[in-house]
Nanobody
Framework: VQLQASGGGLVQAGGSLSLSCAAS????????MGWFRQAPGKEREFVAA????????YYTNSVKGRFTISRDAAKNTLYLQMNSLKPEDTAIYYC???????????????????????WGQGTLVTVSS
């Protein structure tokens, strides 16, 4: 399974970006998917996740109401729509996929990087003030 993240770039504070994560080698449908980010000098942190059915989504508090995670099964692509961007959103953004099909987790496990067995290469988002 290969995950290819794209869509990063430079944007002014208050602007928007849409990240994409295209999968090859396996369908994204029926798998838990997530987005994580790593800012310079900081550890990788959870951003958002979507359940295998797509019926539930999870967000870190700092992006709630601004970011939206979604999945298009027909295009085999995961998305992260980011609005009202802030300088503190500057980071490399990584998409990730569970190895286990149709697995349901506790809320906390969706936020754990250890839940995800496949990772994309990351795309850089820079938000200027």
């Amino acid at each position: 399974v290969q995950l290819q993240a794209s869509g990063g770039g430079l944007v002014q504070a208050g602007g928007s970006l849409s990240l994409s994560c295209a999968a090859s080698g396996r369908t994204l449908d029926s798998y838990v998917m997530g987005w994580f980010r790593q800012a310079p000098g900081k550890e990788r942190e959870f951003v958002a996740a979507i359940s295998w059915s797509g019926g539930s989504t999870y967000y870190t508090n700092s992006v709630k109401g601004r970011f939206t995670i979604s999945r298009d099964a027909a295009k085999n692509t995961l998305y992260l729509q980011m609005n009202s961007l802030k300088p503190e959103d500057t980071a490399i953004y990584y998409c990730a996929s569970d190895r286990n099909r149709r697995r349901t987790y506790t809320s906390g496990s969706y936020r754990a990087s250890t839940t995800y067995g496949y990772w994309g290469q990351g795309t850089l988002v820079t938000v200027s003030s």
